[in-house]
């Protein structure tokens, strides 16, 4: 990771912990669950050469980032706060945001609620997701999906704790980066990651050994509470967002998903995408990219073609 330079800023109330490298326009990059900003590392490199600042922090629970222990200290009202203050602290009044996962659900909200800080969006794997005014999402989920679906299993604080404590974070953290498997994601209750001892999994070509020790030894560090706590704070931010009911998103955007992706295989997600709602819920909505035989951590595992496609995006702003 060469030439990436770390650093520490006070924002929002809490410590939070950033990668950076590059001059000119700043691109911020927002990770997922259960990731780190280090999932960035290839997009970090590839678009600082390109005369950019790139910058990737661990988000609020992560990494080294603070994380308060209150569930409702992950409201989306919290993280936007901090990116605010983050874009803040950088010196600019707007960035080109890239999220993936997690992170573009906070991108979504960042986008919904600043629109004037982001000058455009280059989103991975989850597009925007609209207010259902009539149902908390949570409530909503286990109707379509079951007890079982993974969000519905992350809401009991410390029960998905222990399950990853009694397999280890290293197996955990391998077996979803090398999942395949389409959506809607379940989580059988015997054994939630569907981890054998004597079935060994293996990583793919596009994560290492090197990789994994890097987020196992964070996530050990910090644990995963923090993490899970955004899953936990789904209702809250739906109450908080009661504001925004049918406002739509006025960023431009390019979405990218591959056509493997657990969330994009959800009953539903394709028609979405693809059928013109998102498109009216997110009008400037330039491109959306299905590419072919890749699952959720597009990022790592096409990263040169997503450059490419953050590059191309981008740069006509």
Not at 5 to 22: D, Q, T
Not at 34 to 58: K, M, N
Request: glycine content about 8%.
């Amino acid at each position: 990771m060469e030439g990436i330079r770390h650093k520490m800023v006070n924002v929002n109330g809490i410590s939070m912990h950033l990668a950076e490298k590059g001059e000119g326009p700043v691109i911020l990059f927002l990770h997922g669950f259960p990731e780190l900003w280090y999932t960035w590392r290839h997009q970090i490199l590839a678009l600082s050469s390109l005369g950019y600042h790139a910058v990737a922090p661990d988000l609020r629970g992560y990494g080294d980032t603070e994380a308060p222990t209150a569930i409702t200290s992950y409201s989306c009202m919290h993280i936007v706060g901090d990116l605010v203050a983050l874009i803040d602290s950088l010196g600019v009044e707007q960035v080109f945001l890239v999220a993936h996962d997690w992170g573009a659900i906070i991108g979504w909200y960042l986008c919904l609620f600043r629109p004037d800080r982001v000058k455009a969006f280059v989103c991975l794997s989850v597009p925007f997701m609209p207010r259902k005014p009539q149902m908390k999402p949570v409530e909503s989920m286990r109707l379509f999906f079951g007890d079982d679906y993974y969000i519905c299993r992350f809401q009991e604080p410390g029960k998905i704790e222990a399950e990853i404590a009694r397999y280890g974070a290293s197996n955990v953290l391998k077996k979803i980066i090398s999942s395949r498997k389409p959506g809607p994601p379940c989580m059988p209750k015997d054994n939630a990651f569907g981890i054998k001892p004597d079935t060994p999994i293996t990583l793919p070509s596009w994560f290492s050994e090197e990789d994994l020790s890097y987020y196992a030894n964070k996530f050990n560090k910090k644990g995963f509470t923090g993490a899970l706590n955004y899953y936990r704070a789904f209702d809250l931010n739906w109450e908080q967002t009661a504001p925004w009911t049918n406002t739509q998103v006025k960023v431009p955007v390019k979405f990218i998903v591959g056509d493997l992706d657990s969330v994009y295989t959800t009953p539903g997600m394709k028609e979405y995408v693809n059928g013109g709602d998102f498109k009216r819920d997110a009008p400037m909505l330039d491109e959306v990219v299905i590419m072919e035989g890749v699952g959720h951590f597009i990022n790592q595992e096409r990263a040169v073609e997503i450059n490419s496609h953050i590059h191309d995006f981008i740069k006509n702003f």
